[in-house]
């Protein structure tokens, strides 16, 4: 029973390229919240989406991030035109039934970026 | 401020029972408490959660104060395994959000 998936593991870039980051949720989840982690900090919050829809991107900066979980396929965290300071570890988690607080939400391995 | 606050770190020897304080104040009557760890380099891991009474499970117990301001994660033997960053979450401005404070380091001695 596979956990949740994400790649790349590892993404390098220039400043000013796109980072594409993808998550594949655990079986039978249908629920995907996106999360950042800064170096010695917690987790913040970005963005929760059930399938083909957004409901909750408070945590989104306004400009150059975007995320969607489409009907087929992974869920895509897309950064343009990336700066040095959106090198983080990004983690990607899903639920079941996203029934908030209620629900545990299960984590992938992380995609680590670092933008040069 | 609706961040958990945790110690920044704890040590303790192994096989002895280790206890995580948590304190989240603000928190509301109907939000859950949830904890993770996280190991170098990985993801976070679901450890417990609850929500009013003590919950145990084959990784942890969760104690939680009577007027939930606050929790405890106790280990019961603390291995080498254990050693990770301990992290204490609740509900955020909606109750799909984690909020995370910067967590606890647990140091496991041989």
């Known amino acids: 029973n596979a956990g949740v998936m994400q790649n790349p593991r590892h993404l390098v870039r220039r400043r000013g390229q796109e980072a594409r980051l993808r998550c594949s949720p655990m079986k039978g989840h249908s629920h995907v919240y996106w999360y950042r982690q800064l170096p010695e900090e917690g987790l913040k919050f970005m963005v929760y989406l059930q399938k083909e829809n957004i409901i909750d991107e408070s945590g989104m900066p306004k400009e150059r991030f975007s995320a969607e979980f489409p009907k087929e396929g992974p869920s895509i965290l897309r950064i343009q035109q990336v700066v040095r300071g959106d090198s983080a570890a990004y983690f990607c988690a899903s639920s079941r039934r996203g029934q908030g607080s209620l629900e545990t939400q299960y984590f992938g391995p992380g995609t680590r970026l670092l933008v040069l | ?110």
């Open chain 2, 1 to 110: 401020d609706a961040k958990t606050t945790q110690p920044n770190s704890m040590e303790s020897n192994e096989e002895e029972p280790v206890h995580l304080p948590c304190n989240h104040s603000t928190i509301s009557g109907t939000d859950y408490i949830h904890w993770y760890r996280q190991l170098p380099s990985q993801g976070p891991e679901y450890v417990i959660h609850g929500l009013t009474s003590n919950v145990n499970n084959r990784m942890a117990s969760l104690a939680i104060a009577e007027d939930r301001k606050s929790s405890t994660l106790i280990l019961h033997r603390a291995t080498l395994r254990d050693a990770a960053v301990y992290y204490c979450t609740r509900p955020g401005y909606s109750n799909y959000q984690l909020i995370w404070g910067a967590g606890t380091k647990l140091i496991i001695k041989p």
